[in-house]
């Protein structure tokens, strides 16, 4: 199993981590299988979606920040409610088909860490099986 290490500068925040994980995949040598990705944090999570165009991902974090927002009427004393919540609809893993080597991935689809309460040091870990 590996570990990437992500520091968020934000306190939204989505990172891009495509050729990361792409990098891990390559030097792991399964021609196929899948590649496994989880987040052990209960504020932050894991996405696929457009990399091609940055504002794709600024429009899913407004959105969320108006659907789930920062003061809302929670009950969680800590006061990152709202990133719990967020955490918890993007999900903490994902699992990816290889073929050839490279993570099958759609033209425009990128893998994101969604940060909900940084800026924080995070880790993901990557496991791929043959
Ligand atoms: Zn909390």
Redesign the pocket.
Known sequence: MKELSVKTSQHTQFVDITSRVQEIVRGEGEEEGICHLYVPHT?AGLTINENADPTVSQDIINTMNKVIPFDGDYR?L?G?AAA?IKASLMGSSLSILIKDKKLVLGTWQGIFFCEFDGPRSRKIYVKVQG
């Open positions: 504020t969680h800590e990152n719990h």
